[in-house]
């Protein structure tokens, strides 16, 4: 214990701790805040750049499923499209098919109602025409046959006879 | 870069510790050139040659005050002689200066600076190390045992009343003073050119790629477990300044130069008190607490719990100066001891284990600078800790 006391010197005592509380005021301002500044700096950076490379994959992650999601959709979308036109086409095709139907039916009941009249008028001119002609044939002969009284009544009841047939 | 630097420093160390024997050898080399098996010893380290002069004649020899100023020369033969030769360089070697000795008769004085009758200024030179009597002001000065003492002009030491030697106040730069400053514009240039580097970029370049792991380590390992993510930034400044502090005046112990700074206990008593200063001003109310009034303990126990934690709160810093000092301290001892047995045994046999059983403990030492380092920061950033605690009442 002695020898430590008489080892103690004062002004080395002195020299040490003033030398030592400047270099720590020093050292502080000029070194330990900005290493210490920087180095926060850089592990901040650090993390900030993690979570954003993070964040980056999660919205990267979320971006591919809505992509996917999209692709889905556009793909319904496509079947729904082609499905509605293949049934537009088949509604045209069956539409188009009735009304030409119709029409046809149409054509042939028209047709059918023609044919008639022109028949029944085709009679009738027949009918006519056979009556002016037996009326011609019936003023020739009985121009020239009426002379003879029994061959009047024979012709006329032949020809009634042949009217009544019609 | 620290295996390299091992390498090195023990290398400059063995030059350095043959240095004041391998002189002596050059003083007898003269009379006992023809010897046998003399040349390719003092080719290599010189501490061995002594082994062919056991039975020589011993002639005067001249003093060699370079070196450590210690010592003529002491044959082999003579071990207590030698003993007392190691002895002696270990405790020249701990010791402070006042003149800053590099190695031979390299060196450089430095400012003495005494309080006696006024302001004294003059430079160490005047000692011609520790040699004569400095004359300053009508006043004389002499150093004995590395330290100055009033004399009278002949060197005789001046007693006062109660017969005690008289030692002017003394606040010399003396060499661990200097070595303390030129550490300190050390570190400032080092740490100032570590923050600059981050101006450029926030990833770390040159030096502070190695310091940078060792600043994050003490605010992860030691400053934020032990003080808490709430206060740790107030104290970060004093921590990262004293374990680069210590450590690297540590470090410089390690070099042939002798200083023996963090094993002053001047140094380190400075170190400590500041510890327990700092300690002490940011106590919190649970810190008080908890010596004087501590809770959940009987009432009647107390008052013993207070007396031993004003205990705990002296021993405290008592305990960092004493570990700091002693632990590096041991360390210079235990390796020049060594170094020195190769002296004393002077033989090959002995050298070769001896300077294998050095480097061994040089490597140690070095672990232990930075050991010694870690601990006083962790210990102080324990009582910081302790000091700032916010405990939840129960």
Redesign the interface.
């Known amino acids: 214990m002695d020898k430590l006391i008489n080892d103690f010197s004062i002004g080395l005592f002195f020299w040490q701790s003033l030398v030592f509380l400047l270099l720590i005021f020093v050292l502080k301002k000029y070194a330990w805040k900005p290493i210490l500044n920087a180095v926060n700096e850089r592990e901040q950076s650090i993390e900030d750049a993690l979570k954003a490379a993070e964040k980056a994959r999660l919205e990267m992650e979320s971006l591919q499923e809505s992509n996917e999601a999209i692709l889905k959709e556009a793909r319904e979308e496509r079947e729904r499209i082609l499905k509605e036109a293949r049934d537009m086409k088949n509604k045209m095709i069956a539409e188009a098919k009735d009304a030409a139907a119709t029409e046809a039916d149409k054509a042939i009941v028209s047709a059918k109602a023609a044919i008639e009249a022109e028949k029944t008028a085709a009679i009738d001119e027949l009918k006519n025409q056979a009556a002016s002609l037996s009326i011609d044939v019936a003023e020739k002969i009985l121009g020239q046959e009426l002379s003879a009284e029994n061959k009047q009544t024979a012709m006329i009841g032949k020809i009634i006879e042949d009217v009544k047939f019609n | 870069m620290i295996s390299k630097f091992t390498a090195l420093s023990a290398f400059v160390g063995f030059m350095f510790f043959s240095a004041p024997v391998a002189a002596q050898d050059h003083g007898h080399e003269d009379a006992h050139y023809e010897d046998a098996h003399q040349n390719d010893a003092h080719s290599n380290g010189a501490n061995t040659v002594e082994s062919h002069s056991s039975e020589d004649h011993h002639d005067t020899h001249d003093t060699h005050s370079e070196g450590h100023g210690h010592a003529d020369f002491v044959p082999a033969s003579d071990t207590e002689g030698r003993k007392a030769v190691v002895k002696e360089t270990v405790k020249h070697h701990l010791a402070?200066s006042y003149d800053f000795h590099i190695v031979g008769p390299v060196g450089f004085p430095l400012p003495v600076?005494l309080i006696d009758n006024g302001l004294k200024i003059f430079s160490s030179a005047k000692f011609h190390h520790g040699e004569s009597v400095a004359t300053v002001d009508g006043e004389h000065y002499k150093i004995h045992h590395s330290?100055i003492y009033k004399t009278d002009a002949e060197g005789t030491m001046l007693l006062d009343e109660a017969g005690n030697h008289i030692k002017p106040?003394?606040?010399?730069?003396?060499k661990?003073?200097f070595m303390?400053?030129f550490m300190?514009v050390f570190?400032?240039f080092l740490?100032?050119g570590?923050?600059?580097t981050?101006?450029k970029s926030?990833?770390p370049s040159k030096a502070?790629r190695f310091l940078?792991p060792l600043?994050?380590l003490i605010?992860d390992e030691i400053a934020i477990p032990n003080i808490g993510e709430k206060h740790y930034k107030r104290y970060?400044?004093?921590l990262?300044?004293i374990f680069f502090?210590i450590w690297f005046l540590n470090l410089a112990g390690m070099t042939p130069l002798g200083v023996n700074v963090t094993g002053?206990?001047?140094?380190t008593?400075?170190?400590a008190?500041?510890t327990f200063f700092i300690t002490q001003f940011s106590g919190k109310k649970d810190y008080w607490m908890h010596i004087f009034w501590m809770p959940g303990v009987p009432v009647l126990l107390r008052p013993v719990l207070a007396v031993i934690e004003l205990i705990g709160l002296v021993v405290k810093p008592f305990s960092l100066t004493i570990r700091l000092y002693a632990n590096m301290l041991a360390g210079h001892v235990v390796i020049m001891s060594i170094l020195g047995l190769i002296y004393i045994f002077a033989s090959y046999t002995a050298a070769v284990p001896f300077t294998g059983l050095t480097l061994f403990l040089y490597v140690l030492e070095l672990l232990v600078a930075a050991l010694q380092a870690y601990i006083f920061t962790m210990l102080a950033s324990l009582y910081f800790g302790a000091a700032v605690e916010e405990h939840d009442h129960h």
């Open positions: 402070d600076i330290k106040l003394d606040f010399s730069i003396t661990n003073v303390i400053m300190a570190m400032f740490f100032r570590v923050a600059n981050y101006k926030l990833v502070g940078e600043i994050v605010r970060m400044s004093f990262l300044t502090f002053n206990i001047a140094v008593v400075s170190l008190l500041m």
